[in-house]
T-cell receptor
Framework: EAQVTQNPRYLITVTGKKLTVTCSQN?????MSWYRQDPGLGLRQIYY???????DKGDVPEGYKVSRKEKRNFPLILESPSPNQTSLYFC??????????????FGQGTRLTVV | AQSVSQHNHHVILSEAASLELGCNYS??????LFWYVQYPGQHLQLLLK??????LVKGIKGFEAEFIKSKFSFNLRKPSVQWSDTAEYFC????????????FGGGTRLMVKP
């Protein structure tokens, strides 16, 4: 089954404690991205990657890091989480190239709470 | 920069009522348009999409949307909603010259009363 898998689904952590949210897709998609979802703001892109070792900032990259060492995996790293990073996070993947390829497939989401 | 507006943040309807959710975008060039739905506690799922051709597109679960280029709009419609349509709906836009980047609207929470 084609899917994007995120882990964990729920996470409560304390300020400053490094964490990683994993994302894996099995569709051989080149393009992967991370979004955060906040009430009334929709989804805002944090980082994206167009292929292995190619990553770039989205609209709200501050406080986040990513890596793309393998095509299927795109982890999101919070080196020193703060309460304003409490949010619902989604990983997505799609084929590269725009147009019809921009249809994105989303993971189940990770609800992060930073206290 | 592209912006996407969904003017209705919350909509409450009774079952069998008709639905129209507005979506307007700012970019004047060629766009690809999407509506996603997020049921409570679940991830985003694609409802329908428009790339080219007939501006009236039909999606899953009886939803349709009409692309009106002159109004920069892509409104979502359903003639008769069901309780199971209770969800949050997101409009998303991709500019044809912006690679894979999707810009999302703020979302519309729909509650359908049984």
């Amino acid at each position: 089954e084609a899917q994007v898998t995120q882990n964990p689904r729920y996470l409560i952590t304390v300020t400053g404690k490094k964490l990683t949210v994993t994302c894996s897709q099995n569709m051989n998609h080149e393009y992967m991205s991370w979004y955060r979802q906040d009430p009334g703001l929709g989804l805002r892109q944090i980082y994206y990657s167009m292929n292995v070792e190619v990553t770039d900032k989205g609209d709200v990259p501050e406080g986040y890091k990513v890596s793309r060492k393998e095509k299927r995996n795109f982890p999101l790293i919070l080196e020193s989480p703060s309460p304003n990073q409490t949010s619902l996070y989604f990983c997505a993947s799609s084929l590269l190239g725009g147009g019809r390829n921009t249809e994105a497939f989303f993971g189940q989401g990770t609800r992060l709470t930073v206290v | 920069a592209q912006s996407v507006s969904q003017h209705n943040h919350h909509v409450i309807l009774s079952e069998a009522a008709s639905l129209e959710l507005g979506c307007n975008y700012s970019y004047g060039g060629t766009v690809n348009l999407f509506w996603y739905v997020q049921y409570p506690g679940q991830h985003l799922q694609l409802l329908l999409k428009y790339f080219s051709g007939d501006p009236l597109v039909k999606g899953i679960k009886g939803f349709e949307a009409e692309f009106i280029k002159s109004k920069f709009s892509f409104n979502l419609r359903k003639p008769s909603v069901q309780w199971s349509d209770t969800a949050e709906y997101f409009c998303a836009v991709n500019e044809n010259n912006a690679g894979n980047m999707l810009t999302f609207g703020g979302g519309t929470r729909l509650m359908v009363k049984p």
